[in-house]
């Protein structure tokens, strides 16, 4: 298993400009997510899903987009980019959000985004 | 809303030394605790995981606590090694029906000295 897989690895944008972050995971996990990680801030959590079809907001969903159209695949999509999205943002996994004993989530490499 | 702090921020010992490294939640109400790995520059490697139900876990020289009640877990490294140094971040999960995403501590950064 290639586990959770991110791409690209880094990007830099100008303001205003859009871009799509990939994200996949080939063990039929149920759940992922989005998470930022900022200097002092911690990660905190973008967008998730519970499964294809279905999303949800995080903690700190504006100026971000996801859709959930494969169970493998998560994008996350920076619809206006702006500077306060310089960070370095990781997408996990996990089997399930309910009703398991083991409920690791795995995180992908990550992507450092710079916007200038 | 549920807040995880972790300390100390940093933390540098020398080789071989045993050492503990602090984590608090303020919501008893978890689904489990997760004790993560990051090294500069990478990704979140999961170390271990403690459901709510259970006291500690252990993984080679790791050895994870937790204390619901009180709201506390810690992470016990014996025998230190350079290799060892990185980031280590706690998370709570929060009970099933909800988002069920992660509350990140902002990590402890330890730095084992050879």
């Known amino acids: 298993n290639a586990g959770v897989t991110q791409t690209p690895k880094f990007q830099v944008l100008k303001t205003g400009q859009s871009m799509t972050l990939q994200c996949a995971q080939d063990m039929n996990h149920e759940y992922m997510s989005w998470y930022r990680q900022d200097p002092g801030m911690g990660l905190r959590l973008i967008h998730y899903s519970v499964g294809a079809g279905i999303t949800d907001q995080g903690e700190v969903p504006n100026g971000y987009n996801v859709s959930r159209s494969t169970t493998e695949d998560f994008p996350l999509r920076l619809l206006s980019a702006a500077p306060s999205q310089t960070s370095v943002y990781f997408c996990?996994?996990?089997?399930?959000?309910?009703?398991?004993?083991?409920?690791?989530?795995?995180f992908g490499p990550g992507t450092r985004l710079l916007v200038l | 809303k549920q807040e995880v702090t972790q300390i100390p921020a940093a933390l540098s010992v020398p080789e071989g030394e045993n050492l503990v490294l602090n984590c608090s939640f303020t919501?008893?109400?978890?689904?489990?605790l997760q004790w993560f790995r990051q090294d500069p520059g990478k990704g979140l490697t999961s170390l271990l995981l403690?459901?709510?139900?259970?006291r500690e876990q252990t993984s080679g020289r790791l050895n994870a606590s937790l204390d619901k009640s009180s709201g506390r877990s810690t992470l016990y490294i014996a025998a230190s090694q350079p290799g060892d140094s990185a980031t280590y971040l706690c998370a709570v999960r929060a009970p099933p029906g909800s988002q069920g995403n992660l509350i990140f501590g902002k990590g402890t950064k330890l730095s084992v000295k050879p």
């Open positions: 403690i459901q709510s139900s259970q």
């Open positions: 996990a996994s996990s089997y399930s959000t309910s009703g398991r004993s083991q409920e690791t989530q795995y």
């Open positions: 919501d008893s109400a978890i689904y489990n």
